[in-house]
């Protein structure tokens, strides 16, 4: 028994959306700024850092859109150079040791009405409790939030990685589909 060259076809497409809606359940998981832990400057957060590994620090600022038809006016409610005005210490509570920070600005996200801007790098080698600790003197208290993202660029990679390979097996699918069916064709002139 042969099976038709467009199964190929209508597999692709399942495939495709199947592939587009696991990869978006990744970003709605991977992505909830609401999740991550969080420390308001000046002031002190105990985290609970379940994953060993790279972890980033964000200095998270909110951003007011207006969108009238063919305007969009944004206004960005953010101190700039953060990183000068805020001092920061990440301690592991169960060696009171300290973790060694590295500036890092080159990261950014933006999430429905929230933008960030990274400030630091820390990696820890297990899982456990830890400390944040902040305090600036001239920026004003309680307005400042810092949060915690565990192994930022490789969440976005496996995002980017989800969907590649979805794009790569539809696409497979159908190229072999299109090859059967002028397979098929060519051997029906043929006789």
């Not at 060259?5 to 959306?17: E, F, H």
């Given at each position: 028994m042969k ?5 190929g076809?209508?597999v692709?497409i ?6 587009i809606?696991?990869t ?7 992505f909830?700024?609401e ?6 400057v000046p002031?002190?957060n ?7 590994g790279e972890?980033?620090?964000f200095y998270e600022y ?7 038809g ?5 206004r960005?409610l953010?101190?700039n150079?953060v990183i ?13 040791n300290?973790m060694?920070l590295?500036?890092q ?8 009405d929230?933008e960030a801007?990274?400030?630091?790098d ?10 944040i600790?902040?305090?600036t003197?001239s ?8 949060t915690?993202v565990?192994?930022f660029?490789?969440?976005?990679i496996?995002v ?7 794009i ?10 299109i090859?059967?069916?002028f397979?098929?064709?060519?051997r029906r002139?043929?006789?």
């Amino acid at each position: 028994m042969k099976i038709p060259w467009y199964i190929g076809i209508i597999v692709a497409i399942i495939v495709l959306i199947v592939g587009i809606l696991i990869t978006a359940f990744n970003v709605n998981y991977l992505f909830k700024t609401e999740n991550f832990p969080y420390v308001f400057v000046p002031g002190e957060n105990d985290l609970e850092l379940e994953q060993p590994g790279e972890y980033t620090i964000f200095y998270e600022y909110e951003i007011d859109q207006l969108d009238i038809g063919i305007f969009e006016m944004k206004r960005t409610l953010k101190y700039n150079h953060v990183i000068d005005q805020i001092k920061v210490s990440v301690i592991d509570l169960e060696t009171r040791n300290e973790m060694l920070l590295t500036p890092q600005q080159s990261l950014t996200y933006s999430m429905n009405d929230v933008e960030a801007s990274s400030l630091y790098d820390f990696t820890i080698e297990s899982s456990g409790s830890f400390r944040i600790n902040t305090d600036t003197e001239s920026l004003p208290h309680d307005v400042i939030k810092l949060t915690v993202v565990h192994d930022f660029l490789g969440s976005i990679i496996s995002v980017f990685v989800s969907m590649g390979i979805t794009i790569l097996v539809s696409t497979l699918l159908v190229t072999i589909s299109i090859f059967i069916r002028f397979r098929s064709k060519r051997r029906r002139v043929n006789r």
